[in-house]
């Protein structure tokens, strides 16, 4: 059972893990995270990352190690991880591998309620929905293999962002199944779900 974290930000997790390599700045936090593509499966923000590294200081996961200057740049501060931080990292990363957690996803919502419109009207936005993931999976892709290229990333630092597509390219098939159901009038309950709408057709015009 995954237990209660001191910060839960995921974005903390990334911060831990490039410290829990060797001490380093925002910036070169940043600068990594960019280059690795870690950017795709954590949102990347400054603003959210200092108050990320805030929140670990607080909690005494992290501490500042020394303050550095490059050339006219201003002064930065260096962080390194805690003894209790690498216990945190490790203790969370382990679990995040292990156990299965239910994800409340937004399009998992709109499904739940999709007999709210007409059968027609949900073909179109579902299309349209297929249409979009095609798209988008071919630019993930595309940025995926020029990642993989330009910076020579073993294939072992890309398994988010290749699980990540995978799942999309699953759902994308998911999808299009679904489309040909409701169009073939093969989806289990559509006859109920047309008698649903036309009663509240009846009771609208009432």
């Known amino acids: 059972m995954a237990s209660k974290r001191k910060v839960s930000n995921p974005l903390a997790l990334a911060v831990m893990a490039l410290l829990y390599e060797r001490p380093m700045h925002a910036y070169e936090m940043v600068a990594l995270m960019r280059e690795r593509g870690?950017?795709?499966?954590?949102?990347?923000?400054?603003?959210?990352?200092?108050s990320v590294v805030g929140a670990l200081e607080r909690e005494g996961l992290i501490v500042p190690r020394e303050t550095v200057r490059e050339g006219r740049r201003p002064e930065r501060t260096v962080f390194e991880i805690t003894g209790a931080g690498r216990e945190e990292f490790l203790t969370w990363l382990r679990e995040?591998?292990?156990?299965?957690?239910k994800e409340y996803t937004q399009f998992a919502a709109g499904l739940s309620?999709?007999?709210?419109l007409p059968p027609e009207e949900a073909i179109a936005l579902l299309k349209e929905r297929v249409r979009r993931l095609e798209r988008e999976n071919e630019e993930m892709r595309?940025?995926?293999?020029?990642?993989?290229e330009q910076w020579n990333l073993p294939r072992l630092f890309v398994v988010e962002s290749e699980h990540?597509?995978?799942?999309?390219?699953?759902?994308?098939?998911w999808v299009r199944g679904i489309v040909?159901?409701?169009?073939?009038?093969?989806?289990?309950?559509?006859?109920?779900w047309r008698s649903l709408l036309s009663e509240r057709g009846s009771e609208n015009d009432a």
């Open 164 to 173: 990540e597509l995978i799942l999309r390219e699953a759902e994308l098939g």
């Open 142 to 148: 595309s940025r995926l293999d020029a990642a993989m």
């Open 38 to 50: 870690k950017h795709e499966s954590v949102r990347l923000r400054y603003s959210s990352l200092y």
């Open 180 to 192: 040909e159901e409701i169009e073939a009038g093969k989806l289990g309950g559509l006859s109920e």
């Open 113 to 116: 309620f999709l007999a709210a």
């Open 96 to 101: 995040l591998l292990r156990e299965p957690v």
